[in-house]
């Protein structure tokens, strides 16, 4: 499998056997990353509202488009191009501070047997519910940027109580990256040793099941857009 990350919380995933999946594309203009250039077999949207997270339109192709809260809103799975996948649903932080939250749908899919798992938009403390959703996953992309998402202690609840093998920030603050209000990725980083992170110094990575390590480590990588 081969993860690579364009910026926010949009990643490509590419499995063996050559299937592609985007998730959560953005604006660029709003954004400030550069539009998505790869054309994938499926995108999966967050919400459909929020341009930050479901501009599937502007991706090059014609993928089949799932909505993750959509999908948690109807039984909580749908399987497309034999890649199941399984949505519960969210919401964004309830004291935002720019306008009302909007509901969102977190999801996870599993890729030559890693199961990865995307927060989506959410902006407030897990439930046991959505604890329990995301037990067991490999790889964990997680909302590191502070409020409108996930405060950070909440956060390490999360990864804590869930132990995904990687946790691969996203929607941080970048030099690209035009909103101002998130944090920089050190802010994260400062719950971990230094030994426990690794830094890709590039856009992808390739993992096997093998590959994972046994105990939960941080992966940063570098936006490709």
């Not at 603050?173 to 909103?179: A, E, M, N, V």
């Not at 030994?195 to 093998?210: G, P």
Request: charged content about 20%; proline content about 6%; glycine content about 6%.
């Amino acid at each position: 499998m081969q993860i690579k990350w364009y910026g926010h919380a949009s990643f490509l995933v590419t499995g063996e056997n050559g299937k592609r999946v985007i998730t959560d594309p953005y604006t660029p203009e709003t954004s400030g990353y550069n539009r998505i250039p790869d054309s994938p077999d499926i995108v999966i949207i967050s919400s459909d509202n929020d341009t930050f997270h479901c501009r599937a339109d502007l991706v090059p192709g014609t993928p089949t488009i799932v909505n993750a809260l959509q999908v948690a809103k109807s039984g909580g799975q749908r399987t497309e191009h034999g890649i199941a996948i399984q949505a519960i649903a969210a919401m964004e932080a309830l004291d935002h501070q720019f306008h009302d939250p909007d509901q969102n749908g977190m999801y996870r899919f599993t890729v030559d047997d890693i199961s990865i798992g995307h927060m989506g938009d959410i902006g407030n403390a897990f439930t046991e519910e959505q604890l329990q959703f995301f037990s067991g996953v490999d790889v964990l992309f997680a909302l590191v940027g502070g409020h409108p998402t996930i405060n950070l202690d909440d956060l390490e609840v999360v990864i804590k109580r869930t132990q995904p093998k990687l946790v691969i920030p996203m929607h941080f603050r970048t030099l690209k990256y035009k909103p101002r209000n998130s944090f920089w990725i050190q802010s994260f980083l400062n719950y971990y040793r230094p030994e426990e992170v690794d830094f890709a110094c590039d856009s992808e990575i390739t993992l096997t099941k093998a590959s994972l390590p046994q105990s939960t480590r941080v992966m940063v990588l570098t936006h490709a857009c």
